[in-house]
């Protein structure tokens, strides 16, 4: 059975309802009625680039060398360069593949003839069958992101569509991955709804209508699969928080994207999203520091940072298997502990969550407990993204309307993602025949591939399959 996954990326499941019952996406209006529309989350951070290891790993991002679309490599052994730190964003997106857990398969390794568009995560896709990939696309890409060109995003997702409609008549492929990046793109620029994301989505339903007339007149539509998904949702922003520049009004040497080329700094800023960021402290250290090792110097900084209207949520990693939940300006403080595949979450001085004490969830259990919270899936995320040895001693979630990255875009956040709330975790999951079980997470994704694909389905993945 073939399988085809698209990612409508940025892409909200209230706004794609929307676009279906205004008859603006006839195609995937006819997936949902045939098959199923699911709302599930994705992991944290809600980024593009960390937030495709679910579909193509089983994984969340932390655990398997992606902290954020940017982290600072204490180690030195990783990003070798004076700054000692990596961005996604532009010419390192190169070294994601290596970035990666070697041990965690991608789904390109293990399901055979394999399509892949923008897909970020490479390893195990041969290279003639990646879209995207080329040096001119990139010049491309990189003049149209500089000068905010959202009609150029929109013709890049048309040519990218038409490729891989094409490629998939020609090769006729096992598996294909290809995302389309219209949503996020012209969502960042113009808002998460309107004309603009309209005509982005009619971009993904063209394609899936193109994918099914093939299968159609093969006869195989009945055994194609075909799931259309989102790897983060969206949320307006009214207010960039300078986070570098905060940081250094605090009397803190500290590095950040671009500027990244110095072994002077004593903080590295890495944001990601807008509305996230890790932050690294102590950066003479070569093994991370947790929380009681990092001594009273950097109190004032998590105490300022606590006060800003632009934070809404701090996790402190206290131990391997544990860390601190800080709700922002006033609203206390958790303690969130792991053993065992078990989580506990016990409130402080306050309930940042907004669960009461919790012990002994299951991640499943975690899962629903948090569902309908303003931090969907929280508890499972957090844990993860702490534990990760790539992760910062400080990691800020951004309150609502806010973001973290006042300078250095080259064009203004007008909406933005990255965060922990539920506007920037919930993604909407289509899928062109009915589904045999609950589909929680991203993270479900690459296991049912697998399983709709007849393949064995790896131990250790952080899914399970919905098939």
């Known amino acids: 059975?073939?399988?085809?996954?698209?990612?409508?990326?940025?892409?909200?499941?209230?706004?794609?309802?929307?676009?279906?019952?205004?008859?603006?996406?006839?195609?995937?209006?006819?997936l949902r009625d045939e098959g199923s529309l699911e709302t599930i989350t994705t992991a944290f951070p809600s980024v593009t680039g960390p937030a495709y290891t679910p579909f193509l790993m089983g994984r969340y991002p932390g655990p398997v060398g992606l902290p954020g679309l940017r982290w600072y490599d204490r180690t030195r052994t990783t990003s070798r360069l004076p700054g000692h730190s990596r961005s996604y964003v532009g010419p390192e997106m190169r070294h994601v593949d290596s970035d990666l857990d070697p041990h965690a398969p991608t789904i390109f390794e293990l399901a055979g003839s394999s399509l892949g568009a923008l897909n970020v995560i490479s390893r195990g896709l041969?290279?003639?069958?990646?879209?995207?990939?080329?040096?001119?696309?990139?010049?491309?890409?990189?003049r149209t992101h500089f000068s905010g060109n959202v009609e150029g995003w929109l013709a890049i997702d048309r040519d990218i569509a038409?490729?891989?409609?094409?490629?998939?008549?020609?090769?006729?492929?096992?598996f294909v991955f290809a995302a389309l990046t219209g949503v996020d793109k012209t969502s960042h620029q113009r808002g998460h709804s309107g004309p603009h994301v309209d005509e982005a989505l009619r971009i993904v339903n063209d394609l899936v209508a193109d994918v099914r007339l093939q299968a159609e007149r093969r006869g195989e539509w009945g055994d194609t699969h075909v799931w259309v998904v989102s790897d983060h949702g969206h949320s307006p922003v009214e207010h960039h928080e300078n986070l570098i520049g905060l940081v250094r009004d605090l009397g803190f040497r500290?590095?950040?994207?671009?500027?990244?080329?110095?072994?002077?700094?004593?903080?590295?800023?890495?944001?990601?999203?807008?509305?996230?960021s890790h932050l690294y402290l102590d950066l003479a250290h070569r093994t991370r520091p947790w929380l009681a090792e990092l001594g009273p110097r950097w109190k004032p900084l998590r105490d300022a940072l606590l006060s800003r209207?632009?934070?809404?949520?701090?996790?402190?990693?206290?131990?391997?298997?544990?860390?601190?939940?800080?709700?922002?300006?006033?609203?206390g403080y958790a303690r969130l502990r792991w053993q065992s595949g078990l989580i506990d979450y016990e409130p402080i001085t306050g309930d940042p969550i907004g669960t009461g004490t919790q012990r002994g969830l299951t991640d499943e259990a975690a899962y629903e407990i948090t569902r309908d919270t303003d931090y969907p899936d929280s508890l499972?995320?957090?844990?993860?993204?702490?534990?990760?040895p790539r992760s910062g001693e400080i990691i800020l979630s951004a309150s609502r309307d806010w973001?973290?990255?006042?300078?250095?875009?080259?064009?203004?956040?007008v909406s933005s993602h990255g965060a922990l709330h539920r506007d920037h975790m919930l993604v909407p999951l289509l899928t062109n025949h009915p589904i045999d079980a609950r589909a929680r997470r991203t993270v479900d994704v690459m296991p049912s591939?697998?399983?709709?694909?007849?393949?064995?389905?790896?131990?250790?993945?952080d899914g399970a399959s919905f098939i």
């Open 449 to 461: 591939a697998l399983t709709a694909l007849g393949l064995a389905v790896p131990q250790g993945l």
């Open 309 to 331: 209207d632009s934070v809404d949520l701090m996790i402190l990693p206290c131990a391997p298997g544990e860390c601190e939940i800080h709700g922002s300006r006033g609203r």
């Open 403 to 413: 973001d973290f990255r006042s300078k250095y875009e080259p064009i203004p956040h």
């Open 380 to 388: 499972v995320q957090v844990a993860r993204l702490s534990d990760s």
């Open 126 to 142: 041969p290279h003639d069958r990646r879209i995207g990939r080329s040096l001119w696309f990139a010049i491309k890409t990189g």
């Open 254 to 276: 500290a590095i950040a994207h671009p500027f990244v080329f110095s072994n002077r700094g004593e903080v590295a800023v890495m944001v990601s999203g807008n509305a996230m």
């Open 1 to 30: 059975m073939p399988v085809v996954i698209i990612v409508a990326d940025g892409a909200r499941p209230d706004v794609l309802k929307d676009a279906m019952s205004r008859g603006v996406v006839p195609a995937l209006s006819a």
């Open 162 to 174: 038409a490729q891989v409609s094409r490629s998939i008549g020609q090769i006729r492929p096992d």
